[in-house]
């Protein structure tokens, strides 16, 4: 096992790799969607009633943009402002998972497992594209940390604090906050039938303080749409049932399974998992399955000190998400922490156990594989696609790879080896991930590119408009809410005005050429939606025929 300095060396590596994410650009559409709102509620000064583009918003609850918001007042806006509150709750997520491993099982679980679940790369992806998941994943397991260790000392504290994070898991997310920690200790209590535990008065009062913390919200909900009836939805009732329980019924109104052929596949977490979960992927299917195995040998009835709160939590979330109508995949993301100590227990069981030396090497051969396989995709993407031109980086690449391969070949201990090794390699290739290549990649968001360059030029908002393309991201970096026009003849009186700025397409430029409107000057922006990354894109010699044009075009008054 690793030492505790190597431990705080690793935790502090994957940290910084998580700030350096911060600093880089939103994506489109909803990571700059939800930046977008936040910045507008700054604006507004109206933290109840959530506007997007001054338009009713019900889509997600409240609690990443008030947490935005907030830290765009007090560090101003930009991209780390932004993302900082999803990564304070990515490490109260780090944390609760050692606690729960720890008191579940062992010190070393709780160790390991915080650092497979840090490491993962779900963990790196929701670090930098920062939606609502990163809360809401913190969030979960801070709150079933806190029920097991009352389950365990019954503290009031304990109680409190678990479902403290039951209220904000579900103020990210919505019910799914209340459901995952519900369907984690039900299949506990009910296989080790200890079935006065799920009657305790005290989960009432547990739920009475998630009342209190979730009523801002509900307020708010109730006075922007239940109280005007001519809108046609319930702000409440969507948020209570149709957002979460309405994708397994059909209920919910922004499923669009046409557009999205993921949701009609019930295996699509399956398989997300697999990516999502690396580099521990393999090693959590062997625990998995040993642990299914051993719930069903046992005819579904635990004993002792064992515990289905993992199992039984990770099964019934899983089952229920796959069930959904809608699926992304970083919905499936909030039962990795309860994963990773699956995989943390069963990989120190196995090289604990000496009689178990056939499938530890089988395990390191399996994980220098995987390690040979992630490096490959690093190089690639680093080398090839993007190629690097700092030398610094290059040297940090370089500096990485042949540590990398060193420990790979160096005699030591087998189980101290597989995991520095692997940890390395996920915390370096993400490392030259977001130093280099997401920084390349999203020099491709031309909504960026323009909202930049209008607020750095002190453009007034009356004299920047979107013509048949903008996006949230053009509305967050230039720092407005960009009004759109619905045809050429709409600039005739802004230019009246003084010089009008439009951001449009070749389309829109078509159509002002065609109507003899002539812009005094063109900025043009290379385009390419870089949440839908394709292979012709990730070759230099297609890539051209990838992108689109987006433009600046700039007229005066004459």
């Not at 060193?406 to 692997?422: A, D, G, M, R």
């Not at 002002?512 to 005094?520: A, H, I, Q, V, Y």
């Not at 870089?530 to 007229?555: D, I």
Request: aromatic letters at 16%.
């Amino acid at each position: 096992m690793l030492s505790k300095t190597q431990s705080y060396f690793f935790f502090a590596a994957i940290i910084a790799v998580y700030i350096i994410s911060g600093f880089i650009d939103v994506m489109d559409v909803d990571a700059a969607q939800y930046a977008s709102i936040a910045r507008e509620m700054l604006e507004r000064g109206d933290y109840l009633h959530v506007t997007n583009r001054y338009q009713d918003y019900l889509d997600k609850p409240p609690l990443l943009f008030w947490l935005s918001t907030l830290s765009f007042k007090v560090f101003g806006i930009s991209n780390f402002a932004y993302k900082l509150p999803s990564l304070l709750f990515a490490l109260l997520g780090i944390f609760s998972t050692y606690k729960l491993g720890k008191l579940l099982y062992s010190e070393k679980t709780g160790m390991l497992s915080a650092l497979m679940f840090a490491s993962c790369q779900a963990m790196f992806l929701i670090t930098n594209d920062v939606r609502t998941d990163t809360i809401l994943t913190g969030a979960i397991i801070f709150s079933i940390w806190n029920i097991a260790a009352y389950n365990q000392n019954g503290k009031w504290i304990s109680l409190l604090s678990g479902f403290t994070g039951i209220a904000l898991a579900m103020l990210a997310k919505g019910p799914i906050g209340l459901m995952a920690p519900a369907l984690a200790f039900g299949s506990h209590f009910i296989l080790r039938r200890e079935w006065k535990k799920i009657f305790r008065w005290q989960w009432i009062l547990g739920l009475l303080v998630v009342i209190i913390l979730l009523s801002p919200m509900l307020i708010g909900l109730y006075q922007q749409f239940d109280l005007h009836p001519e809108n046609g939805v319930s702000g409440v009732r969507f948020y209570l049932w149709d957002q979460s329980f309405g994708r397994l019924t059909g209920d919910n109104p922004f499923i669009n399974s046409q557009q999205k052929p993921q949701a009609t596949d019930p295996f699509f977490f399956a398989h997300t998992f697999l990516w999502a979960f690396l580099p521990w992927s393999i090693f959590f299917i062997c625990g998995y399955w040993e642990k299914l195995k051993m719930i069903v040998l046992a005819k579904f009835r635990l004993n002792g000190n064992e515990e289905a709160i993992t199992t039984g939590g990770f099964t019934l979330v899983f089952i229920a998400m796959s069930l959904s109508d809608y699926k992304l995949p970083h919905y499936i993301f909030i039962v990795f922490p309860l994963a990773a100590i699956i995989t943390a227990d069963y990989l120190l069981r196995v090289f604990e156990n000496s009689e178990k030396k056939k499938l530890q090497q089988v395990f390191s051969v399996v994980q220098k594989i995987t390690i040979v396989l992630i490096w490959l995709i690093i190089l690639t993407l680093c080398i090839y696609s993007f190629p690097i031109k700092n030398v610094l980086l290059w040297i940090s690449l370089f500096v990485i790879v042949i540590v990398t391969f060193y420990l790979f070949f160096k005699k030591s201990e087998p189980f101290q080896k597989l995991i520095t090794v692997t940890l390395v390699t996920i915390i370096g290739g993400n490392f030259m991930l977001s130093s280099h290549f997401y920084p390349t990649l999203l020099s491709y968001q031309s909504n960026v590119a323009a909202g930049r360059f209008i607020d750095s030029k002190n453009i007034p908002n009356e004299q920047f408009v979107c013509y048949i393309s903008g996006g949230h991201s053009l509305d967050f970096y230039s720092r407005r809410i960009v009004p759109w026009i619905q045809s050429p003849q709409g600039i005739n009186d802004r230019v009246q005005n003084g010089e009008v700025w439009i951001f449009t397409n070749d389309e829109g430029k078509q159509n002002f050429e065609n109507k003899s409107f002539l812009p005094d000057s063109v900025i043009m922006y290379a385009d390419y939606k870089v949440t839908m990354l394709s292979l012709p894109f990730l070759k230099p010699a297609e890539r051209e025929k990838m992108l689109k044009k987006k433009y600046l075009l700039r007229f005066a008054k004459n």
